[in-house]
């Protein structure tokens, strides 16, 4: 993956990992990242934005999950695809 500047809107999130980046375009892609946030451990699923290439990512709306939360959610995705197929 190309280097990730990234910008949380909270000082009390810090970047553990980041997981997956799905590309929608230049200036927006959704990511899937390991946090903490106030000594807790999330997944982080959510939408992020810049204005130019030049520009750090701004965190957008999305999820900070816990892990159970997480599986909760993977399990009515993949049900989803079956139905979709």
Do not use: C
Request: hydrophobic letters at 40%.
């Amino acid at each position: 993956m190309e280097k990730h500047d990234l910008k949380f809107t909270s000082e009390a999130v810090k970047l553990i990992e980041i997981v997956g980046d799905r590309v929608i375009s230049n200036t927006q892609s959704i990511k899937t990242l390991l946090i903490e946030k106030d000594g807790k451990k999330y997944i982080a699923l959510q939408k992020w934005w810049r204005e130019s290439v030049n520009d750090p990512w701004r965190e957008g709306k999305g999820f900070h999950l816990e892990p159970a939360e997480a599986e909760g959610l993977v399990e009515a995705m993949e049900k989803a695809i079956l139905l979709l197929k």
